[in-house]
């Protein structure tokens, strides 16, 4: 079946409710009779249907709520019904809404002309002129079809019935992740926790866990239902009932952004591109109210180009919490309750970005020229671009993000972790092993012991740069290992066992952390871990605690000096023992757990006593 999200606009009083009426049977949107009816709730506020096609309707019965709902709605609107009356024609509360749908890009317009019954045809005539012209100066907005009804003419009501069942749904990509704002949000006897919004993007199943990064809070989905009837799946583009289960005891609060989990950043600041309605012009520096979604917060406006006022162009917009938003998102501004204007996020990930470079790559992504924001920001970041971000930041998958970069001209693209790279790192990143190995020309490392020393670099990158170094013959690759091609090395395992093992001697009762030692020696810790693991089996070493081998001889010494210092002080403990050793808390815990493992000592309380 067909879905349709038709959202509603007109001055008041101008028969928006009685024409709902007349095409649905319902009057309104009782909370309490929803809840009467369990989930079973008019999700769009009322709908109608036939046999291939729902049309749901988002009534928005005033000033207020139309800001507050409206332009959530409008994010899933496939067509508006723009109301009229034919004798009052448009009103300025009309004429706003117009600007509102407008500038969230509702492209599809059904006007209606209500009362018509009580207006002659010259009248009508006039109307149909006036909007049409209106129109005609809103970009974004066309007509897809003008009407005179009367809701006591039940031919007038079919014929307006038609035209919407005949609108076509909005076709959005699907392929992100779920994303969807809270519009209501209630409890119900015996089902728990309930909230209805539209979907802008995904799906999501029965069973499956959304998040609200805000709150950073998990649920689970218990139920699903879309236009009266419970579902396993809910899609794109539908108005959807969701009970959720989760940990927080605290109501998911009308504007609450709903996920899945990791896909999504906040940030304080985005850079924006916006327009002014109705010749206003937006000062640099002020307060506004940013209507996104159901969202609606105050955020500062910064603008680019100018430090004085425009009507258009590139800003930044501060808010004083974390705000999670993506490429392309829509958003109204307002001030003392007036619209403004409006639109679309740009960036909404912060870049330290100089102005003039951050204005070239806003014009790029103005222009959806993402090959040129790609290569920008990969000159930008020196040691890696990443595109794990790509849904969010460019509305790209993936899949299409990394098919892009590698259109780029002196990039290398490392395909598994998502990052782009300007192709003279390899050089810096070649140079730097180099170094490593000239240095230390016993060194035994792998993409991922370097990507430790190198966080920067991906595995993806080094195993480049380390192949590349083979096929010079300044390195050599043994079972996953890189080493130096002019030392030979009879037996690598002997090697660093034999190396390891020299060390913790030496360091006797204060070892390193094996990743220290490993990091000292220049080799892989898959080969340290073996190593230690061999030299445990073999007595050489004892392992005390997660992150602490002992040399076994420095062990015996100084597990005699503890049985000294209980015997002369008639017990140890860490007080007493540091007195004469001046270990960190570390190994004087480590030494004194150790002696619990013989029998004739007996711990009571932190202190240790011979029996």
Not at 14 to 21: C, N, V
Not at 25 to 38: A, H, I, M, P, V
Not at 382 to 403: C, E, M, T, V
Request: proline share 2%; with cysteine.
């Amino acid at each position: 079946m067909k879905h349709i999200i038709v959202g509603t606009a007109g001055h008041v009083d101008h028969g928006k409710t009685a024409l709902i009426e007349a095409l649905t049977g319902f009057s309104g949107d009782s909370l309490d009779e929803e809840k009467r009816r369990g989930i079973t709730i008019d999700l769009s506020f009322s709908h109608m249907k036939n046999s291939d096609t729902n049309v749901a309707f988002i009534d928005v019965p005033g000033h207020e709520k139309l800001l507050k709902n409206m332009v959530a709605g409008a994010f899933g609107f496939d067509a508006c019904m723009v109301v009229v009356d034919a004798n009052e024609g448009l009103m300025p509360q009309t004429i706003e809404h117009l600007d509102i749908l407008n500038l969230l890009h509702v492209e599809n317009i059904i006007v209606v002309l209500t009362k018509s019954d009580l207006a002659d045809a010259d009248t009508i005539s006039k109307r149909r002129r006036e909007i049409d012209e209106h129109i005609k100066n809103l970009s974004n907005l066309r007509i897809y079809d003008l009407c005179e009804t009367s809701i006591y003419s039940e031919q007038s009501i079919k014929k307006l019935k038609d035209i919407l069942f005949s609108l076509p749904s909005v076709q959005r990509d699907s392929d992100g992740p779920f994303r969807y704002y809270v519009d209501r949000s209630f409890s119900l006897s015996g089902i728990g926790q309930v909230v209805t919004g539209t979907i802008l993007e995904g799906e999501i199943k029965v069973g499956d866990k959304i998040f609200a990064p805000e709150t950073k809070s998990e649920y689970k989905i218990k139920n699903l239902q879309v236009h009266d009837e419970d579902v396993i799946k809910a899609s794109i583009s539908q108005r959807t009932a969701i009970n959720i289960q989760g940990n927080s005891k605290r109501p998911l609060k009308k504007g609450t952004l709903l996920c899945k989990k990791g896909f999504m950043k906040g940030f304080n600041s985005v850079d924006v591109w916006f327009k002014s309605t109705n010749g206003h012009e937006i000062r640099h520096g002020t307060t506004s109210q940013v209507f996104i979604g159901t969202k609606q917060v105050e955020a500062k406006i910064l603008l680019l180009e100018t430090e004085l006022s425009s009507e258009e162009g590139f800003a930044t917009l501060h808010f004083k919490e974390k705000i999670f938003l993506m490429h392309n998102e829509l958003f109204i501004l307002s001030n003392a309750g007036r619209i403004i204007g409006g639109g679309r996020v740009l960036n909404p990930i912060k870049d330290p970005l100089k102005k003039r470079v951050k204005l070239d790559l806003l014009n790029a992504l103005k222009n959806d020229d993402f090959k040129s924001a790609f290569s920008l920001l990969c000159s930008v970041h020196k040691k890696g671009f990443g595109l794990i971000s790509s849904n969010q930041r460019f509305g790209l998958s993936h899949k299409d993000a990394i098919a892009l970069a590698k259109t780029l001209k002196s990039v290398f693209v490392d395909n598994k972790e998502l990052v782009i790279y300007p192709i003279k790192i390899k050089n810096d990143l070649e140079n730097m092993i180099r170094q490593i190995y000239e240095k230390n020309e016993y060194a035994l490392l792998s993409p991922n012991s370097l990507s430790i020393k190198l966080k920067w670099a991906s595995t993806g990158l080094l195993q480049s740069v380390l192949d590349k170094l083979c096929e010079e013959n300044f390195l050599v690759y043994e079972n996953g290992i890189y080493k130096n091609a002019s030392v030979e090395i009879k037996n690598i395992d002997t090697h660093v066992e034999e190396n390891i093992y020299q060390i913790l001697k030496k360091s006797s009762f204060t070892p390193d952390a094996p990743y220290n030692i490993y990091d000292s020696l220049d080799i892989d810790r898959k080969i340290g871990d073996s190593a230690l693991k061999k030299l445990t089996k073999s007595q050489k070493v004892v392992r005390l605690t997660h992150n602490l081998f002992v040399e076994a001889k420095a062990l015996s010494q100084i597990t005699i000096r503890m049985r000294e210092i209980a015997s002369n002080n008639g017990y140890i403990d860490i007080s007493n023992f540091r007195k004469y050793y001046n270990f960190s808390r570390k190994y004087l815990v480590a030494y004194l757990d150790y002696l619990d493992n013989f029998s004739d000592i007996k711990k009571e309380d932190n202190r240790r006593y011979i029996i």
